[in-house]
């Protein structure tokens, strides 16, 4: 499709960007803060309406973005978490007042990155769109300029995603060599068609593997999670922990299955491999975490993990439904626990373990959600977490041998989900079981309670009443577009 | 270039091809030294000007291949990213020699060394294997001199990639706002810093 | 045309030479090659001195009149050959290297900062065929080419190891890079409305009108100038040089030949601007209104451009860091986004 019929697709993504401009221009004009805030949790609600779930696919602006159910699925979800993102900032107290109107802006600048990525099906869109939201994300992480921490986390992870990125771009650059073409579908039928060796290509796979295995925190790409999470403003960690790490997921999902089916068997072993190491790894170094930004950070590297065994398994349905449920109910439980980590930290200035013992008895619904969150994210039976775990688990089983890894995977589940429960209920018990050293008042702003109260209300929903989401994931990833 | 010299038209394509053969060597023997050099040397300056002599060499590459604009515009940006870089370095480093002439550690030295044999290896057997014989463009180099350089490089930008030329813009207001923001000096609207 | 005679004379004896030699005719056709690469670099490295030596007279001499004194006038008719002697004098003395400098960088600055003195000339319109090289990208390989200077500026400032050097260094790239955008976007309407980045068909366009007959040429005329005369480090805008703040800027340590290329690549720079500007401008070799074409034009054109800077430099005081550089990106650079926007307007209007 051409410029001027694209446009009636990219709608949702030119609200945002507006939006985006007019909070930057408003900014100027309104002292009230909190009200940008609410407008541009208006702005990315207001994109939704434009966005068809239910659309049959279109390449549009000559083959450079997709728009498909799978894209749209992920703009839904961009959506959800920046909206929650920018509600939970409004009564986080470490940022600066008299930057927040940009701090807004910025996130909404982020949601359009997203979009971008969701969709993108050309390579240079996918490094563009990339570059956007990382370029975003350093800005944020390193928001808090009077904080040291905060500005060591982003040098960490500019440098991190800076060399990152060129990998990828270095890959990137011999495939455009080899093939001629930028975009996923010429690439495509070029190895459809040709003998290319597979030995080369593994070369550049892992070249533009380094740079997603970035944005979703796989393993030799990691060290940069616990520094930067930690020293992050925490509702930036909270979206680094959820939102890029999604949309890296679409991304990697998008370019593995799309450009290099032809060599599906190299890395969907590849993958394999390093599924269970980051699981392994994310799971055993939680546990001596004694920060709750870490230790959640390490969780999310062990997550990360689950969610890569879907990918590595690939083609099948399960596989993708299984992704997109994961990542809907990890939204879900892991932005809980970052509410309490947020609303903790307001009062107690800390997100030091010890400091959060007998929270039950000063604060007790906050504790009963907290360990609600962390029951879910250890995957206890009737919580939403544990249908995530039970959707990977399955396709991991379901696909049998055509990945040489899935049943390794399936235990490699298994075992971490052990590992993961201990660290969690040690978070529990401290809440439960140790007394607390003062009874200070835990303040709890209306802002932070609301989104508590959505997480906690869906997360208990989608317990019990998952088949609506479940149908409707499934006819997502159903449309997925190949070629 | 013509040159009204050599009567002879053979002579005179023979000596054209030997005076780009010249330029070509001298170009790819500044490219490689520079490149080196960047990599080598432990003294950021140097790094940066190895860099920049690399940067124009590949610059004169494409003035050789018949691409100007893109030679035009290589220099243009990198003459001016390079003495950003220079003023970064003098200004965020201590250029004091001793610490400058710290030993690389020998683990990354190995490991380095080991990646870029392998892709050294994978550059010659693309080119060994035949690989480049990939698909042709749909721009040749007769369409675009039938049409002229700026004139291509002007159609394919805001037709085909009109949509990455945007969102290349956003990604700069985007960067715009990001450097305002964090290169402010005052914390507070009249506050006391 | 003595001189490309000599050239041609040049060539033909090494081709002659060689084959009499008993080469074979693939290493006379190699050597003949090198020697003309080596006459057209000396061709033009001869051509920017004699250039450079007699503006170096011609500054002097302007600023004498300027200064109610004489100037030069004791070597030569008119003093007209004291720059010789200058260059005779530069030449013998002993090259000082100082010990802290930092050998290699220090080394190549001065030979660096004359290479893109050399290749602008390579785009000279002198009269219609006549321009060594029309190049599709005349306009921006020259803008391309003089952007490397600041590099070998920076180099000098940097290698020198002495504070007032390296601050001199500094300002260089902080005002050199602020005001190569302004100078560019200057002449961005031109490229516009000529619909060509070449010499030659910029001037072919200005064949009746030059492009400072209407108001949007005289804006871009006047920021070409004055950004122009930033990016040459010329006087109101010589602070990285300024005398009674830096001793000499980035070359207070260089001296005899190093100094003289110095020297030498900004008075070429100055020929480079001057050109831009009467080839963009002032409709380089036209006469305006059809009244006749020639090189002569060209030439007085540029030397009036020239002349024009000379004259800033015994008018106008220096300016300080802080308002050269809100001077250019608050003053300059939105006016000049309005005049694009302007000729952008017009131009879609007309059409």
Not at chain 3, 235 to 244: G, H, K, N, V
Request: proline share 4%.
């Amino acid at each position: 499709m051409n410029v001027i019929q694209s446009f009636p697709y990219i709608y949702p993504e030119l609200i945002l960007v507006a939006g985006g401009l007019l909070l930057v221009l408003l900014d100027l004009f309104i002292s009230n803060k909190r009200l940008l805030g609410y407008g541009a949790i208006a702005v990315l609600l207001l994109s939704l309406l434009p966005m068809n779930p239910y659309t049959h696919g279109a390449e549009i602006f000559n083959g450079m973005l997709i728009i498909d159910r799978f894209s749209c699925f992920f703009k839904i979800f961009t959506v959800l978490v920046m909206s929650l993102i920018i509600l939970i900032s409004q009564d986080y107290k470490s940022l600066m007042e008299k930057y927040r109107g940009e701090y807004y802006s910025l996130l909404v600048f982020l949601a359009f990155g997203m979009m971008l990525m969701a969709s993108a099906a050309n390579l240079l869109m996918l490094q563009l769109s990339i570059e956007l939201v990382s370029l975003t994300s350093y800005l944020l992480v390193a928001f808090n300029k009077k904080d040291a921490r905060s500005s060591e986390a982003a040098l960490k992870y500019y440098l991190v995603g800076v060399i990152a990125s060129s990998i990828m771009l270095y890959g990137m650059t011999y495939l455009y060599g080899l093939t001629g073409s930028l975009s996923f579908h010429d690439i495509f039928s070029y190895f459809r068609d040709g003998t290319a060796d597979s030995v080369v290509i593994l070369v550049f796979m892992l070249m533009i593997m380094a740079g997603l295995g970035f944005k979703i925190a796989m393993v030799p790409f990691h060290w940069w999670v616990p520094d930067a999470y930690e020293g992050a403003p925490t509702p930036i960690t909270a979206f680094l922990s959820v939102g890029s790490k999604a949309v890296g997921f679409a991304v990697l999902y998008r370019t593995f299955m799309m450009v290099f089916p032809a060599f599906y068997s190299d890395w969907s072993s590849l993958l394999g491999v390093l599924a269970i190491v980051t699981m392994t790894l994310g799971n055993i170094v939680a546990v001596s975490q004694h920060n709750l930004k870490r230790l959640l950070a390490y969780s999310s590297i062990a997550h990360a993990g689950y969610i890569l065994v879907g990918v590595a398994i690939g083609y099948t349905n399960w596989a993708q439904e299984a992704i997109l449920t994961y990542l809907l109910t990890y939204y879900l439980m892991n932005l809980g626990a970052f509410i309490i980590l947020i609303i903790v930290s307001n009062t107690l200035n800390s997100d030091e373990l010890e400091d959060y013992s007998g929270l039950a008895q000063r604060a007790p619904g906050l504790a009963a959600c907290f360990a609600l969150f962390l029951l879910s994210l250890t995957g206890v039976p009737p919580l939403a977490g544990f249908f995530g775990k039970y959707y990977i688990f399955a396709a991991a089983i379901e696909a049998g041998n055509s990945n040489p890894f899935s049943y390794w995977m399936a235990v490699a589940i298994a075992i971490n989900s052990v590992i993961a429960a201990y660290y969690y209920f040690r978070v529990i018990r401290q809440m439960y079981l140790v007394e607390p050293e003062d009874m200070g008042v835990i303040r709890q702003p209306l802002t932070l309670k609301l989104a508590l109260g959505l997480m906690v209300f869906f997360t208990v929903t989608l317990s019990l009443y998952l088949s609506p989401v479940a149908e409707f994931i499934r006819q997502t990833s159903s449309m997925l577009t190949w070629y | 270039m013509n040159f009204p010299f050599i009567p002879d038209e053979e002579d005179r394509i023979m000596i054209e091809g030997y005076m780009e053969q010249i330029a070509f060597l001298i170009l790819a023997l500044f490219a490689v030294v520079g490149g080196l050099i960047t990599v080598t040397h432990r003294h950021p300056i140097y790094c940066a000007l190895g860099l920049i002599l690399c940067f124009l060499s590949i610059s004169g590459f494409y003035a050789m291949l018949g691409a100007p604009f893109l030679a035009a515009v290589q220099v243009i940006i990198y003459a001016g990213s390079i003495m950003t870089l220079f003023v970064f370095v003098i200004m965020l480093m201590d250029l004091t020699r001793e610490d400058l002439k710290m030993p690389p550690s020998k683990f990354s030295t190995v490991v380095a060394s080991f990646l870029g044999f392998v892709l050294l290896l994978e550059m010659l057997m693309i080119i060994g294997g035949g690989f480049l014989t990939g698909k042709m463009g749909s721009w040749t180099p007769e369409k675009v001199d039938s049409v002229g350089h700026t004139r291509v490089l002007a159609q394919v930008l805001f037709t085909e990639y009109l949509y990455p030329f945007e969102i290349i813009s956003f990604v700069l207001v985007v960067a715009l706002v990001g450097a305002i923001l964090l290169g402010k000096k005052k914390l507070h609207l009249g506050g006391k810093e | 045309m003595s001189l490309l005679e000599l050239t041609d004379k040049l060539i033909q004896w090494v081709s002659e030479m060689a084959r009499t030699q008993g080469y074979s005719p693939e290493w006379a056709g190699f050597f003949t090659a090198i020697a003309i690469m080596l006459a057209v670099g000396g061709f033009v490295l001869g051509f920017i001195s004699v250039v450079a030596m007699l503006l170096i007279w011609m500054e002097r001499k302007v600023s004498g009149h300027m200064q109610s004194r004489i100037g030069p006038n004791r070597v030569g008719p008119f003093g007209l050959f004291q720059s010789i002697a200058d260059a005779v004098k530069l030449l013998l003395k002993e090259d000082i290297a100082p010990k802290m400098v930092d050998k290699p960088v220090w080394w190549l600055a001065p030979i660096i900062i004359v290479v893109p003195a050399v290749l602008s000339f390579l785009c000279f319109p002198f009269h219609k065929g006549w321009i060594p090289l029309d190049l599709n990208l005349g306009l921006l390989f020259i803008m391309a080419i003089g952007s490397v200077s600041v590099i070998a500026i920076f180099m000098a400032g940097y290698g020198s190891n002495n504070k007032y050097s390296l601050i001199g260094g500094m300002r260089t790239v902080a005002q050199i890079i602020s005001y190569e955008v302004p100078a560019i976007l200057a002449i961005v309407p031109v490229v516009m409305l000529a619909g060509s980045l070449s010499f030659g068909q910029i001037i072919e366009a200005q064949s009746f009108r030059w492009n400072l007959f209407s108001l949007w040429g005289i804006v871009s005329f006047i920021i070409y100038v004055i950004s122009g005369t930033a990016e040459i480090n010329r006087t109101p805008f010589d602070i990285p040089e300024a005398e009674s703040e830096l001793v000499a800027g980035y070359h207070t340590e260089y001296s005899g030949m190093k100094f003289a290329l110095f020297f030498v690549a900004e008075y070429t720079n100055m020929v480079i601007v001057s050109m831009i500007a009467s080839a963009v401008f002032l409709g380089g070799y036209y006469l305006p209104f059809g009244l006749g074409a020639s090189p002569v034009w060209m030439l007085l054109k540029v030397f009036a451009m020239i002349f024009l800077l000379m004259w800033f430099r015994w008018t106008f005081p220096r300016l300080r860091v802080d308002q050269m550089m809100i001077f250019g990106w608050k003053v300059l650079l939105p006016i000049s986004f309005a005049n694009i926007a302007w000729v952008g307007i017009w131009m879609a209007l007309k059409l």
